[in-house]
């Protein structure tokens, strides 16, 4: 049963280290300044690398002259698409990107030529000297005009003649009849919603090394989340022996899904370094981050949900239009995922989406933190909310009343197991006071709720094979250290820590005698990336097969000297001990000596591979298939001022459903950040850019954190963290995700709160205040003609059609 | 990341000897202080001075202190003698140095309770490792700001630049040959409204301006300070002890942004309460902080009460069109006019305090 945890205390009394308050191994490095970011290195003889940006949103290059920058005193080289021509993209059906433009640029920012000089300011005053002409084309910046282009040139050549270039990917899927339950619904919301895109604004920007040795040899150093998929592309596009190819990732500063694929840096650093036989360092500017972005796409949303007089769902509809900006990226799974991770934790009988992803002259959109169904779940929760107003059901008891269930099958048929929405939905009304806030409090302050699911890492990886999707490594020293070799990125989530405290556990060594060595292809085994939350579930997993190995080699050795059964060795607390009589005991250190003197050097592997063939027949059903999901219900106090717009969003009560708090620390650290995420998402960011009107269309509005604005330390709610534990079978001692799945709820929770303070509901991001403002004014200027449903509270009635958009109810 | 141009750096020691540094190196030259402004707008290609002129070591601009009032000034009982704002005449003055920090006049006790619209102010401005850097000097010498300025020099070259910096469009408004950006310094609507005078120092001496005439409305230069000129100290006059100031300053974040608009408001009033003189100046509109005008008249001998208060809001939306120089809705600012300048006024008014952004 899951159970409660407030405050994340540790409960696991069969654990001797999981469950536990720890530090981050490390913290303390990064706390002190000691850690070693890509920037921070410096290799002898290092050159630094810019690259040369285009300013057209959509142009053919003509020509590129190099020639006066190569003579400019302090150049090495100069290298453009030429040098590169073989085109990549992270998902292997839609490669569609250069590491340099080739024959064309597609936004403002797309790479075209690359210097390598004795120090950045030679390098961009070489930049300067790059004479490229260029012809203009004609740009799209609406998704909606370019799925409306009916000749080119478009923004990619179609792959197959006479289609529409400008369309990345169509999904169309439909489970149940969602007519017929529509038709048979006793209340039918329909709602038009359009989430802004934002960006991850990880505090380090890009940054890469390349070094290149005699003999063939590439070394990249990257500030990445992919390793492993940047060692195949940097062998696959640069034609190398990927078996002379090495990727190191040192600590990453913050990612959350931004350095998840190769960016053109990577390529830039290894063609300058093997040009010029020297190492090559490219660190982006800021600007240079949100042109690089891959951030979350902005989302056109039309829902039509219908439910019984009840609250029950009984159909859901949904029309989507996805702004990609220049390149596919990961929008093949971003398409998909806008429809597929909505099915739980409701039951839905019937459930349609139509998704279209457009390309469009801006930078491309790929995974922000939440993939793909953070648009949808904002859409999705308010109309949740406007059907329990026109129900006069309580919020959160409709949202009850529809879960789903643990060990079932959503309706798009993913596989469920353990589900704690049920006690996240609780552990949030109760910390909030809900039934005395809700519809309760006075004009201007309010309560919103709202719930998620997300995956903990997909069964199929990005690249069909059949090999594991992690892997660990383990070596033993005779001092009775142990060092973990691992696949995994530490990307500041606690991959590292995440492992140490797994082989701690397992083999009973004191955390400080423990050494995770990770992040680097020439040392470390396979693990495919910090990414959709899959590292705690995978990595953790393969750990634990390698520390179980290692342990019945440790527990058979003690047990032969002890004339035991290997089962009565127990390995906690730097002791190896008798079951039975912990006063027979020695240290891990003579055991494992023990140990290696019975099987020779010490060491184990483990890996873990995802459950196949759990998923439905439908073409597309295994996009959104994971091992596990986790469960997240939040719910937001704000006070708005209705003279200005702004929301204060006063405190989020964030409930989450892990599966179990491997450290409950790094989990509520998780789920905080999730949370604040989601809520600067709701009232502030914008990732947009100038039109025509404002003097080039397709600029960039403000690509600096001065400008694009994301909240202070001042501007941040109070955040409570609700730990549930449903102890899922599969995940690593039960756990699962953490790290994406609460930020989902924060959206739709503001926007639900808004509407209870003011009345108005918000259906366009972000809540910023000329828009809250607009929609106060709206209202006002509609007057009291709004129908009354019997459930808000005098005066603070919704008014039909809502406002920040076009939403409208249907009763049939 | 972005780079500094090499430049020479000169650190003299007493005022003559910045001038004339600045003096010997003409345009080449730039003076700094905190450099919170410069820095950043050097690294954005915005100036290229081949000479930096560190005001830093100059001890003569410093201090804050009060320069008491003759023996013949105001005495309890006294009926109401209307303050000149003239320069540190009779009433006596307050004294800040061009180098003080903006944290240090934001704490300092005697700015809080002679001017707390200044100290408000200059406690509102960026963040606190901003204020240990930024100077009243910088601030009120503070470069206006556009979107279409504030940028790389990739950027602009996109955009194909603007009026302001090497081009010849404003992007703002389309048709004007005069730029627009936007004067976005805290303090110096707070020095206007309480009367302030400014003086610097130049090659031919020093020369005292009102900070009310300290300011032209070309963005591209908008002080009247000249190239060569340094800002030497402000002098605020201390007026009555009923003297009051207040400041309210729109920003979407609690700290570190620049105002989306910002109001400073200053008054004395009556024995009985009633409003005896009132200023108000709007800023975050154009290149030159609004002095309200046709607006004392709807307050002076009535108490400042809320339909008061009302009526003055109303007339400083009339004057007050915010433009899209700065990245914030500009309909949305418009609307905020009254809204600030309301409640900048219930502070004055004594009626509470409502949040500033």
């Known amino acids: ?812 | 990341m972005l780079r500094l141009h090499p430049f020479r750096y000169h650190r003299p020691e007493t005022v003559a000897e910045a001038v004339q540094l600045l003096a010997q190196h003409g345009q080449e030259a730039m003076p700094v202080a905190g450099g919170t402004d410069l820095l950043p707008n050097m690294k954005h290609g915005l100036f290229r001075p081949g000479h930096v002129v560190s005001l830093n070591r100059i001890g003569e601009l410093r201090g804050i202190s009060t320069i008491a009032p003759p023996s013949n000034g105001h005495r309890p009982g006294d009926s109401f003698v209307r303050t000149t704002g003239a320069t540190g005449g009779t009433a006596g003055h307050l004294r800040i140095g061009a180098l003080e920090t903006l944290h240090d006049i934001s704490a300092h006790p005697d700015v809080r309770r002679r001017f707390p619209g200044l100290a408000e102010a200059a406690g509102l401005v960026a963040g606190p490792q901003l204020r240990n850097m930024g100077t009243i000097g910088g601030n009120v010498c503070l470069d206006t700001r556009c979107t279409y300025y504030n940028q790389t020099a990739f950027w602009r070259g996109a955009l194909g630049h603007c009026l302001k910096k090497d081009g010849d469009t404003c992007h703002v408004t389309k048709t004007g040959k005069k730029c627009v950006a936007a004067h976005s310094a805290d303090t110096p609507p707070n020095l206007i409204a309480l009367g302030a005078t400014l003086t610097l120092a130049g090659p031919n001496g020093r020369r005292e301006v009102e900070a009310a005439d300290f300011f032209i409305a070309d963005g591209i230069r908008n002080t009247r300070r000249a190239p060569g000129e340094i800002l030497t100290e402000v002098r605020i006059p201390l007026g009555r002890p009923s003297a009051r100031s207040a400041y309210q300053k729109l920003r979407q974040r609690k700290s570190i942004d620049f105002p989306l608009l910002s109001v400073a408001v200053a008054g004395d009033f009556a024995n009985d309460g009633s409003v005896a003189s009132l200023k108000g100046v709007v800023s975050v509109l154009g290149a030159r902080p609004r002095l309200l005008s046709d607006w004392e008249g709807l307050a002076t001998g009535k108490p400042l009460n809320a339909g008061v208060i009302r009526d003055l809001a109303h007339r400083a939306w009339q004057q007050c069109r915010p433009l899209e120089n700065v990245v914030g809705d500009a309909g949305w600012r418009r609307a905020m006019v009254p809204v600030c300048v309301g409640r900048a006024l219930e502070k004055l008014a004594g009626l509470g305090t409502r949040p500033d952004r």
Request: hydrophobic fraction near 40%; charged fraction near 20%; charge should be negative.
């Open chain 1, 1 to 812: 049963m899951p159970s409660v945890t407030p405050g994340g205390a540790a409960p696991a009394r069969e654990f001797s280290t999981i469950g536990r308050r720890m530090r981050k191994v490390d913290g303390l490095a990064k706390a002190t300044g000691r850690a070693r970011y890509t920037d921070d290195i410096q290799l002898p003889g290092m050159l630094h690398g810019k690259i040369l940006r285009s300013p057209h949103p959509h142009a053919r290059i003509k020509s590129i002259d190099a020639s006066a920058a190569e003579r400019l005193k302090g150049v090495h080289a100069v290298t453009t698409g030429r040098d590169m021509p073989v085109p990549y993209g992270i998902i292997p059906w839609t490669p569609d990107e250069h590491p340099l433009c080739l024959d064309r640029v597609r936004y403002v920012g797309d790479g075209v030529a690359a210097v390598a000089a004795v120090d950045e300011e030679t390098a961009n005053e070489a930049l300067g000297l790059v004479e490229v002409v260029y012809e203009e084309l004609p740009a799209y910046f609406s998704p909606h005009e370019a799925i409306a282009a009916e000749s080119g040139p478009f923004i990619h050549e179609p792959r197959r003649p006479g289609r529409n270039g400008n369309v990345t990917k169509v999904v169309r899927l439909e489970f149940g009849d969602v007519e017929a339950g529509l038709a048979e619904s006793a209340v039918v919301v329909e709602g038009d919603y359009f989430f802004e895109g934002t960006t991850h604004t990880p505090i380090e920007p890009h940054c890469a090394i390349g070094m290149a040795e005699r003999g063939g040899r590439l070394t990249v150093w990257s500030a990445t989340q992919v390793p492993h998929y940047l060692h195949r592309e940097l062998a696959r596009v640069l034609d190398l022996d990927p078996a002379l190819v090495r990727v190191v990732q040192p600590p990453v500063g913050g990612a959350f899904g931004g350095k998840s694929e190769p960016f053109d840096l990577e390529f830039c650093v290894a063609t300058l370094a093997m040009k010029t036989g020297r190492p090559v360092k490219i660190l982006y500017t800021r600007e240079e981050v949100f042109y690089a972005h891959r951030g979350r796409h902005p989302f056109h949303m039309r829902y039509r949900t219908g439910a019984d007089e009840n609250g029950m769902l009984a159909a859901v509809d949904a029309e989507i239009v996805l702004d990609g900006g220049a390149y596919a990226s990961f929008g093949l799974v971003t398409t998909y995922y806008s429809g597929q991770l909505l099915t739980a934790p409701y039951q839905m009988p019937a459930y349609r989406f139509h998704s279209t992803r457009a390309y469009t002259n801006k930078p491309a959109c790929g995974p922000k933190r939440g993939h793909g169904s953070v648009q949808p779940r904002f859409a999705f929760e308010v109309q949740l909310d406007r059907i329990a107003e026109r129900l006069a059901i309580d919020p959160i008891e409709l949202r009850r009343r529809n879960f789903i269930g643990a060990d079932t099958r959503t309706v798009n048929d993913l596989r469920i197991t353990s589900n704690g929405f049920l006690e996240c939905l609780d552990a949030v009304e109760a910390a909030s006071g809900w039934r005395r806030k809700f519809r309760k409090l006075p004009f201007g302050r309010g309560v919103g709720v709202a719930g998620s699911t997300y995956i903990s890492g997909t069964n199929y990886p990005v690249y069909p094979n059949d090999m594991p999707q992690s892997g660990v490594q383990l070596q033993v020293d005779r001092s009775g250290r142990v060092s973990v070799f691992s696949g995994a990125s530490e990307i500041g989530q606690g991959a590292d820590s995440m492992v140490a405290y797994v082989v701690a556990e397992e083999l009973g060594v004191p955390l400080e005698h423990i050494r995770v060595l990770a992040g680097d292809t020439d040392f470390t085994p396979v693990d495919l990336g910090a990414y959709s939350s899959r590292v705690t579930f995978m990595l953790g997993n393969a750990c634990i097969d390698a520390a179980r190995r290692l342990k019945q080699q440790v527990q058979e050795a003690v047990a032969e000297a002890w004339d035991a059964k290997p089962g009565e060795v127990l390995l906690a607390g730097g002791l190896a001990m008798r079951k039975g009589d912990t006063g027979v005991s020695m240290s891990v250190r003579d055991a494992f000596n023990l140990a290696e003197a019975k099987f020779g050097t010490l060491g184990a592997t483990g890996s873990y591979d995802t459950p196949k063939d759990v998923h439905g027949s439908y073409r597309g059903a295994t996009i959104g298939a994971s091992p596990a999901y986790s469960f997240s219900a939040h719910v937001a106090e704000v006070r708005v001022d209705p003279e200005t717009g702004f929301v204060d969003v006063e405190k989020i009560w964030i409930a989450h459903d892990c599966g179990r708090a491997l450290n409950p620390v790094l989990v509520e650290g998780q789920m905080e950040g999730s949370a604040y995420m989601g809520f600067a998402e709701a009232v502030m960011e914008e990732h947009v850019f100038k039109t025509a009107e404002q003097g080039r269309a397709g600029l960039h509005n403000a690509p600096s954190l001065l400008d694009y604005r994301i909240p202070t330390s001042l501007d941040t709610p109070a955040l409570e963290s609700l730990v549930i534990e449903s102890v899922d079978p599969e995940g690593p001692y039960g756990a699962k995700e953490a790290g994406e799945g609460p930020l989902h709820p924060s959206i739709p929770a503001i926007a639900n709160a808004i509407h209870d303070a003011v009345g108005v509901r918000m259906n366009s991001l972000p809540f910023s205040p000329p828009r809250v403002w607009a929609a106060l004014q709206n209202r006002t200027a509609a007057g009291a003609e709004g129908a009354g449903d019997g459930v808000a509270k005098a005066g603070r009635r919704e008014r039909e059609g809502g406002s920040g958009g076009v939403a409208k109810a249907v009763t049939p």
